[in-house]
């Protein structure tokens, strides 16, 4: 689903991401990790085609993010760590417009704009103006636009962030059911208990290199995800 081959992004002599080569299969939920400035924001937006790279390729359902941009974009979803959304528009607008992008069709858009907006209790919020929402309505109103064309792919900055506990489990049922219907869902957390829980797989990134990845088990073993991610850290300072 999504193939990232020996990636490598420089700024100056700084490599921010140095030659990482990662594999996200139909069907998993794919955990992202690593400390603050570790590279994971800059792979994500390569793997998106908002930033373009040095060296390497990143491949979605095989069609490359630099010879095919929009053919790869047409088939995934992003939401960055902070939403910046349009916000001049009013919320039901903004869903229409990334509705329109992907050529949704009315009666398909009203009836996801339905079922999401209830679920995260932003239905009555939608004819406000966005510039009025709290930070995790805007995340909310992120995540409807998200999985308003139903993409095979999602990629996702820090979620969980200025999400309530309710809107957070939510959004976890909604990226199992993505999964469990043949899509794949690649995205950074610093919240290791909830990528414990809820990751099939788990890459850990420091200093812009990959220090270890696989499934979960394989990644953990008998230890805590975070047990694991303090002894990396401190073996690779």
């Not at 993010?65 to 039901?92: S, V």
């Not at 930070?135 to 200025?162: N, S, Y």
Request: aromatic content about 8%.
């Amino acid at each position: 689903m999504l193939k990232i081959e020996h990636l490598t992004k420089l700024y100056g002599e700084k490599k921010a991401v140095d030659d990482l080569s990662l594999h996200i299969r139909a069907g998993e939920i794919y955990g992202f990790i690593g400390h603050n400035g570790a590279g994971k924001t800059t792979t994500l937006k390569a793997a998106v085609g908002i930033l373009e790279f040095d060296r390497g390729d990143i491949f979605v359902d095989g069609k490359s993010i630099r010879q095919e941009p929009l053919a790869c974009k047409r088939e995934m979803a992003y939401i960055p760590d902070n939403p910046d959304l349009y916000e001049y528009m009013t919320g039901i607008k903004y869903l229409h417009f990334i509705a329109d992008i992907y050529g949704v069709d009315a009666q398909t858009r009203r009836e996801r704009i339905h079922k999401y907006a209830d679920l995260f209790a932003l239905t009555d919020d939608l004819g406000q103006a966005i510039a009025a929402y709290s930070h995790g309505m805007k995340q909310k109103l992120a995540i409807i636009a998200a999985w308003i064309h139903q993409p095979r792919l999602i990629l996702m900055d820090e979620p969980f962030v200025g999400l309530d506990p309710k809107a957070a489990h939510i959004l976890k049922g909604m990226m199992r059911e993505l999964c469990e219907s043949g899509g794949a869902i690649f995205f950074s957390t610093h919240v290791l208990e909830v990528a414990e829980k809820l990751c099939d797989k788990v890459a850990i990134i420091k200093g812009g290199r990959l220090i270890r990845s696989g499934t979960m088990e394989e990644v953990k073993g008998d230890d805590s995800l975070e047990e694991v991610f303090l002894e990396l850290e401190e073996e690779t300072c």
